[in-house]
Protein backbone atom coordinates (compact mmCIF):
# COMPACT_ATOMS: atom_id res chain seq x y z
CA UNK A 1 0.00 0.00 0.00
CA UNK A 2 1.47 3.47 -0.81
CA UNK A 3 0.08 6.40 0.22
CA UNK A 4 0.24 10.01 -1.11
CA UNK A 5 -0.81 13.08 1.09
CA UNK A 6 -0.94 16.59 -0.33
CA UNK A 7 0.37 19.59 1.59
CA UNK A 8 -1.16 22.93 1.31
CA UNK A 9 0.09 26.20 2.53
CA UNK A 10 -1.37 29.80 2.84
CA UNK A 11 1.41 32.73 2.95
CA UNK A 12 4.22 30.44 3.19
CA UNK A 13 2.65 28.26 6.19
CA UNK A 14 1.77 24.39 5.97
CA UNK A 15 -1.73 24.27 7.08
CA UNK A 16 -2.11 22.35 10.37
CA UNK A 17 -4.31 19.75 7.80
CA UNK A 18 -0.93 18.94 6.58
CA UNK A 19 0.17 17.40 9.40
CA UNK A 20 -3.42 15.94 10.24
CA UNK A 21 -3.39 14.15 6.83
CA UNK A 22 -0.04 12.66 7.84
CA UNK A 23 -1.24 11.44 10.96
CA UNK A 24 -4.71 10.06 8.67
CA UNK A 25 -2.68 7.53 6.62
CA UNK A 26 -0.15 6.70 9.53
CA UNK A 27 -3.43 5.28 10.94
CA UNK A 28 -3.87 2.73 8.22
CA UNK A 29 -0.33 2.00 7.73
CA UNK A 30 1.80 1.50 4.21
CA UNK A 31 4.50 3.60 2.58
CA UNK A 32 3.86 7.20 3.32
CA UNK A 33 4.55 9.38 0.64
CA UNK A 34 3.82 13.49 0.95
CA UNK A 35 4.00 16.53 -1.39
CA UNK A 36 4.41 19.49 -1.20
CA UNK A 37 4.37 22.54 -4.41
CA UNK A 38 5.91 25.80 -3.89
CA UNK A 39 8.49 28.40 -5.03
CA UNK A 40 10.92 27.81 -2.55
CA UNK A 41 9.60 23.93 -1.27
CA UNK A 42 12.41 23.23 0.73
CA UNK A 43 11.28 24.42 4.41
CA UNK A 44 8.16 23.11 3.91
CA UNK A 45 9.72 19.78 2.45
CA UNK A 46 11.98 19.98 5.64
CA UNK A 47 9.16 20.66 8.05
CA UNK A 48 6.70 17.67 6.76
CA UNK A 49 10.24 15.39 6.72
CA UNK A 50 10.65 16.47 10.49
CA UNK A 51 7.16 15.36 10.98
CA UNK A 52 6.96 12.17 9.96
CA UNK A 53 5.95 12.96 5.99
CA UNK A 54 7.74 9.85 5.01
CA UNK A 55 9.42 10.67 1.83
CA UNK A 56 8.65 14.11 0.79
CA UNK A 57 8.85 14.92 -2.65
CA UNK A 58 9.21 18.51 -3.01
CA UNK A 59 8.57 20.47 -6.00
CA UNK A 60 9.70 23.98 -6.29
CA UNK A 61 9.15 26.10 -9.32
CA UNK A 62 7.85 30.06 -9.70
CA UNK A 63 4.25 29.55 -11.12
CA UNK A 64 3.60 27.39 -7.93
CA UNK A 65 3.75 30.12 -5.35
CA UNK A 66 0.10 31.11 -5.66
CA UNK A 67 -1.87 28.00 -5.70
CA UNK A 68 -3.64 27.56 -9.38
CA UNK A 69 -5.66 24.31 -9.88
CA UNK A 70 -4.50 23.47 -13.03
CA UNK A 71 -0.93 23.56 -12.22
CA UNK A 72 -1.15 22.16 -8.88
CA UNK A 73 -3.25 18.53 -10.91
CA UNK A 74 -0.80 18.48 -13.93
CA UNK A 75 2.15 18.27 -11.64
CA UNK A 76 0.93 16.44 -9.19
CA UNK A 77 -0.72 14.36 -11.34
CA UNK A 78 3.23 14.07 -13.09
CA UNK A 79 3.98 12.83 -9.82
CA UNK A 80 1.41 9.86 -9.23
CA UNK A 81 2.36 8.29 -12.32
CA UNK A 82 6.04 8.32 -11.12
CA UNK A 83 5.19 7.04 -7.26
CA UNK A 84 1.72 5.03 -8.14
CA UNK A 85 0.16 5.72 -4.54
CA UNK A 86 -3.16 3.44 -4.08
CA UNK A 87 -4.90 6.56 -1.37
CA UNK A 88 -4.04 9.89 -2.38
CA UNK A 89 -5.28 12.22 0.67
CA UNK A 90 -5.77 16.13 0.80
CA UNK A 91 -7.83 18.34 3.06
CA UNK A 92 -11.14 18.70 2.34
CA UNK A 93 -10.95 22.63 2.21
CA UNK A 94 -11.62 24.98 -0.36
CA UNK A 95 -8.53 24.35 -2.49
CA UNK A 96 -8.66 20.72 -1.57
CA UNK A 97 -12.11 20.09 -2.80
CA UNK A 98 -11.33 21.81 -5.96
CA UNK A 99 -8.16 20.17 -6.55
CA UNK A 100 -8.88 16.65 -5.79
CA UNK A 101 -12.29 16.71 -8.38
CA UNK A 102 -9.93 18.01 -11.38
CA UNK A 103 -6.96 14.86 -9.66
CA UNK A 104 -9.53 11.71 -9.71
CA UNK A 105 -10.66 12.99 -13.07
CA UNK A 106 -7.15 13.33 -14.52
CA UNK A 107 -5.92 9.69 -13.24
CA UNK A 108 -9.01 7.58 -13.43
CA UNK A 109 -9.41 7.10 -9.79
CA UNK A 110 -12.52 7.46 -7.85
CA UNK A 111 -13.07 10.36 -5.20
CA UNK A 112 -14.92 10.66 -2.10
CA UNK A 113 -14.94 13.59 -0.35
CA UNK A 114 -14.73 15.00 3.39
CA UNK A 115 -13.65 11.65 4.82
CA UNK A 116 -14.44 11.76 8.66
CA UNK A 117 -12.39 8.59 9.04
CA UNK A 118 -10.38 5.82 7.06
CA UNK A 119 -9.77 1.97 7.62
CA UNK A 120 -8.61 -1.19 5.75
CA UNK A 121 -11.46 -3.97 5.13
CA UNK A 122 -8.97 -6.82 3.74
CA UNK A 123 -6.92 -4.96 1.00
CA UNK A 124 -10.07 -2.03 1.08
CA UNK A 125 -9.51 1.26 1.67
CA UNK A 126 -12.67 2.38 3.53
CA UNK A 127 -13.62 6.03 3.80
CA UNK A 128 -15.96 6.83 5.85
CA UNK A 129 -18.06 10.26 4.87
CA UNK A 130 -20.91 12.09 6.39
CA UNK A 131 -23.59 12.89 3.66
CA UNK A 132 -27.07 14.45 4.30
CA UNK A 133 -25.96 16.72 6.52
CA UNK A 134 -24.40 14.01 8.81
CA UNK A 135 -27.93 11.64 9.35
CA UNK A 136 -25.96 9.46 7.26
CA UNK A 137 -22.73 8.28 7.58
CA UNK A 138 -21.71 6.16 4.51
CA UNK A 139 -18.88 4.11 3.75
CA UNK A 140 -17.14 4.02 0.43
CA UNK A 141 -14.83 2.17 -0.84
CA UNK A 142 -13.45 2.14 -4.81
CA UNK A 143 -14.64 -0.14 -7.66
CA UNK A 144 -11.81 -0.42 -10.67
CA UNK A 145 -8.57 0.95 -11.39
CA UNK A 146 -6.45 3.88 -10.43
CA UNK A 147 -5.58 5.71 -7.61
CA UNK A 148 -8.13 6.29 -4.26
CA UNK A 149 -8.54 10.50 -3.97
CA UNK A 150 -9.81 11.11 -0.51
CA UNK A 151 -10.25 14.50 1.09
CA UNK A 152 -10.55 14.18 5.08
CA UNK A 153 -12.20 16.90 7.49
CA UNK A 154 -9.76 18.80 8.95
CA UNK A 155 -9.68 18.15 12.72
CA UNK A 156 -10.27 14.29 12.61
CA UNK A 157 -6.78 13.19 13.19
CA UNK A 158 -4.77 14.84 15.47
CA UNK A 159 -1.83 16.41 13.91
CA UNK A 160 1.75 14.56 13.30
CA UNK A 161 4.31 15.58 15.32
CA UNK A 162 7.72 14.56 14.96
CA UNK A 163 9.29 11.25 12.93
CA UNK A 164 12.36 11.06 10.67
CA UNK A 165 11.54 11.63 6.47
CA UNK A 166 13.23 11.76 3.76
CA UNK A 167 13.27 14.80 1.29
CA UNK A 168 13.02 14.16 -2.64
CA UNK A 169 13.85 17.21 -4.90
CA UNK A 170 11.50 16.41 -8.19
CA UNK A 171 11.80 17.47 -11.08
CA UNK A 172 9.04 18.34 -13.39
CA UNK A 173 8.74 18.27 -17.01
CA UNK A 174 8.54 22.47 -17.83
CA UNK A 175 4.90 22.06 -19.24
CA UNK A 176 3.49 21.04 -16.54
CA UNK A 177 3.55 24.83 -15.39
CA UNK A 178 1.72 26.01 -18.66
CA UNK A 179 -1.87 27.22 -17.07
CA UNK A 180 -4.94 28.96 -19.50
CA UNK A 181 -5.10 31.62 -16.02
CA UNK A 182 -2.90 33.41 -14.48
CA UNK A 183 -2.86 34.04 -10.64
CA UNK A 184 -1.83 37.83 -9.94
CA UNK A 185 -2.81 38.28 -6.56
CA UNK A 186 -3.96 35.96 -3.38
CA UNK A 187 -5.72 38.21 -0.75
CA UNK A 188 -6.33 36.90 2.73
CA UNK A 189 -9.41 37.76 3.26
CA UNK A 190 -10.11 39.65 7.29
CA UNK A 191 -12.41 37.59 9.27
CA UNK A 192 -10.68 37.56 12.73
CA UNK A 193 -7.15 36.35 13.87
CA UNK A 194 -8.43 32.41 13.58
CA UNK A 195 -9.75 31.10 10.77
CA UNK A 196 -12.83 29.05 11.50
CA UNK A 197 -11.53 25.97 9.20
CA UNK A 198 -8.86 25.70 11.49
CA UNK A 199 -10.00 26.47 14.64
CA UNK A 200 -10.47 23.94 17.99
CA UNK A 201 -13.26 26.70 19.67
CA UNK A 202 -15.61 28.54 16.84
CA UNK A 203 -18.22 31.00 18.52
CA UNK A 204 -20.54 31.91 16.12
CA UNK A 205 -23.22 34.74 15.76
CA UNK A 206 -26.53 35.01 14.37
CA UNK A 207 -29.40 37.44 13.79
CA UNK A 208 -30.32 37.25 17.23
CA UNK A 209 -27.77 39.93 17.81
CA UNK A 210 -29.92 42.29 15.95
CA UNK A 211 -27.04 44.88 14.35
CA UNK A 212 -23.53 44.41 13.21
CA UNK A 213 -22.82 46.97 16.38
CA UNK A 214 -23.62 44.43 18.73
CA UNK A 215 -20.94 41.43 17.63
CA UNK A 216 -17.75 43.00 19.34
CA UNK A 217 -19.45 41.01 22.10
CA UNK A 218 -18.92 37.84 20.01
CA UNK A 219 -15.16 38.74 19.42
CA UNK A 220 -14.48 39.39 23.34
CA UNK A 221 -16.29 35.85 23.84
CA UNK A 222 -13.69 34.65 21.24
CA UNK A 223 -11.20 36.62 22.18
CA UNK A 224 -11.62 35.18 25.91
CA UNK A 225 -11.44 31.41 24.85
CA UNK A 226 -8.41 32.10 22.12
CA UNK A 227 -11.66 30.94 19.37
CA UNK A 228 -12.38 32.01 16.14
CA UNK A 229 -15.07 33.86 15.33
CA UNK A 230 -18.03 32.18 13.06
CA UNK A 231 -21.49 33.34 11.83
CA UNK A 232 -24.89 32.68 10.20
CA UNK A 233 -25.80 33.22 6.58
CA UNK A 234 -28.29 35.62 7.63
CA UNK A 235 -25.69 38.04 9.28
CA UNK A 236 -23.30 37.35 6.44
CA UNK A 237 -26.06 38.19 4.04
CA UNK A 238 -27.32 41.22 5.98
CA UNK A 239 -23.40 42.55 5.54
CA UNK A 240 -22.72 42.37 9.03
CA UNK A 241 -19.45 40.27 8.78
CA UNK A 242 -17.44 38.49 5.88
CA UNK A 243 -18.46 35.84 3.88
CA UNK A 244 -15.14 34.12 5.14
CA UNK A 245 -16.66 33.88 8.29
CA UNK A 246 -19.65 31.37 7.26
CA UNK A 247 -20.72 28.43 8.44
CA UNK A 248 -22.93 26.06 6.96
CA UNK A 249 -23.99 24.42 3.54
CA UNK A 250 -22.84 27.72 1.90
CA UNK A 251 -20.08 28.17 4.34
CA UNK A 252 -17.92 26.20 5.73
CA UNK A 253 -18.24 23.20 7.59
CA UNK A 254 -15.92 23.28 10.66
CA UNK A 255 -15.13 20.18 13.64
CA UNK A 256 -14.37 21.97 16.64
CA UNK A 257 -13.84 20.82 19.68
CA UNK A 258 -16.13 23.66 20.99
CA UNK A 259 -18.70 25.12 19.00
CA UNK A 260 -20.76 28.13 20.77
CA UNK A 261 -23.93 29.52 18.67
CA UNK A 262 -24.97 32.42 20.00
CA UNK A 263 -28.65 33.99 18.52
CA UNK A 264 -28.53 31.36 16.01
CA UNK A 265 -32.05 28.95 15.22
CA UNK A 266 -30.33 25.77 14.40
CA UNK A 267 -31.90 25.85 10.22
CA UNK A 268 -30.95 22.44 8.55
CA UNK A 269 -28.38 24.37 6.41
CA UNK A 270 -26.23 25.93 9.41
CA UNK A 271 -26.39 22.74 11.08
CA UNK A 272 -24.61 20.86 8.97
CA UNK A 273 -21.73 22.54 8.72
CA UNK A 274 -21.46 22.35 12.26
CA UNK A 275 -23.29 19.37 14.10
CA UNK A 276 -20.19 16.78 14.05
CA UNK A 277 -18.40 19.29 16.70
CA UNK A 278 -17.63 17.51 19.39
CA UNK A 279 -19.33 19.43 22.30
CA UNK A 280 -21.67 22.18 20.75
CA UNK A 281 -23.42 25.05 22.99
CA UNK A 282 -26.16 27.17 22.23
CA UNK A 283 -27.20 30.48 23.69
CA UNK A 284 -30.70 31.25 22.18
CA UNK A 285 -33.57 33.24 24.40
CA UNK A 286 -35.81 30.89 22.12
CA UNK A 287 -36.65 27.47 24.19
CA UNK A 288 -38.07 25.68 21.17
CA UNK A 289 -35.46 26.66 18.77
CA UNK A 290 -33.96 23.87 16.74
CA UNK A 291 -30.17 24.21 17.80
CA UNK A 292 -31.11 23.11 21.19
CA UNK A 293 -31.72 19.56 19.40
CA UNK A 294 -28.11 19.44 18.51
CA UNK A 295 -26.31 21.35 21.48
CA UNK A 296 -24.59 19.48 24.41
CA UNK A 297 -25.32 22.54 26.28
CA UNK A 298 -28.32 24.97 26.24
CA UNK A 299 -28.28 28.38 27.86
CA UNK A 300 -32.31 29.64 27.35
CA UNK A 301 -31.69 33.34 28.05
CA UNK A 302 -30.94 36.90 26.46
CA UNK A 303 -27.71 36.93 24.72
CA UNK A 304 -26.79 40.20 25.60
CA UNK A 305 -26.85 39.40 29.75
CA UNK A 306 -25.18 35.75 28.79
CA UNK A 307 -22.72 36.66 26.42
CA UNK A 308 -21.01 39.07 28.62
CA UNK A 309 -21.06 37.21 31.63
CA UNK A 310 -19.60 33.62 29.92
CA UNK A 311 -17.12 36.15 28.57
CA UNK A 312 -15.91 37.90 32.10
CA UNK A 313 -15.80 34.17 33.70
CA UNK A 314 -13.75 33.18 31.12
CA UNK A 315 -11.24 35.92 31.55
CA UNK A 316 -11.34 35.75 35.01
CA UNK A 317 -10.67 32.08 34.62
CA UNK A 318 -8.33 31.29 32.04
CA UNK A 319 -6.70 33.99 31.98
C1 LIG B 1 -29.77 27.03 -0.22
C2 LIG B 1 -29.57 27.63 1.16
C3 LIG B 1 -28.31 27.60 1.71
C4 LIG B 1 -28.10 28.13 2.99
N1 LIG B 1 -26.84 28.09 3.54
C5 LIG B 1 -26.66 28.48 4.81
C6 LIG B 1 -25.39 28.39 5.45
O1 LIG B 1 -24.40 27.97 4.86
N2 LIG B 1 -25.29 28.80 6.72
C7 LIG B 1 -26.34 29.31 7.44
O2 LIG B 1 -26.16 29.67 8.62
N3 LIG B 1 -27.55 29.44 6.85
C8 LIG B 1 -27.73 29.06 5.57
N4 LIG B 1 -28.94 29.23 4.98
C9 LIG B 1 -29.96 30.05 5.68
C10 LIG B 1 -30.73 29.30 6.75
O3 LIG B 1 -31.84 28.64 6.18
C11 LIG B 1 -31.22 30.27 7.85
O4 LIG B 1 -32.01 31.26 7.24
C12 LIG B 1 -30.11 30.94 8.64
O5 LIG B 1 -29.20 29.97 9.11
C13 LIG B 1 -30.73 31.68 9.82
O6 LIG B 1 -29.73 32.39 10.49
P1 LIG B 1 -29.91 32.74 12.03
O7 LIG B 1 -30.06 31.48 12.79
O8 LIG B 1 -28.79 33.65 12.37
O9 LIG B 1 -31.22 33.63 12.05
P2 LIG B 1 -32.69 33.30 12.56
O10 LIG B 1 -33.21 32.06 11.96
O11 LIG B 1 -33.47 34.55 12.35
O12 LIG B 1 -32.50 33.02 14.12
C14 LIG B 1 -32.19 33.99 15.06
C15 LIG B 1 -32.28 33.32 16.42
O13 LIG B 1 -31.85 34.23 17.41
C16 LIG B 1 -32.67 34.04 18.56
N5 LIG B 1 -32.62 35.30 19.31
C17 LIG B 1 -33.21 36.47 19.03
N6 LIG B 1 -32.89 37.42 19.94
C18 LIG B 1 -32.08 36.80 20.82
C19 LIG B 1 -31.41 37.23 22.00
N7 LIG B 1 -31.50 38.51 22.45
N8 LIG B 1 -30.66 36.34 22.69
C20 LIG B 1 -30.54 35.05 22.27
N9 LIG B 1 -31.15 34.58 21.16
C21 LIG B 1 -31.90 35.45 20.44
C22 LIG B 1 -34.02 33.70 18.02
O14 LIG B 1 -34.79 32.98 19.00
C23 LIG B 1 -33.67 32.85 16.83
O15 LIG B 1 -33.65 31.48 17.17
C24 LIG B 1 -29.18 28.72 3.70
C25 LIG B 1 -30.44 28.74 3.13
C26 LIG B 1 -30.64 28.21 1.87
C27 LIG B 1 -32.04 28.22 1.28
Redesign the pocket.
Known amino acids: MKILTIALHKDGKLIPASFELIEAAKSIGGELYTAVLAGNAEPQANELASRGGGKVLAVSHESLDLYNDQVYATVLTALIAKYTPDLVLGPASFYGKALFGRLAALNGGAQASDATGLAMDGDNIVATRPSYGGSVVSEVVKNGGGPFFVTVRGKCFAESKDGGGEVIAEAVDGSAFDSQMTIKESKVESGGAVSVAEADIIV???????AAEHLPMIAELADSLGAAVG???????AGWTPYSQ???????TVNPKLYV??????????L??MRSSRTIVA????KD???FNVANYGII??????VPALTRKFTAELK
Open positions: SAGRGLRASRAIVDQVGQTGKAVGISGAIQHVGVNKDAPIGDAFEI
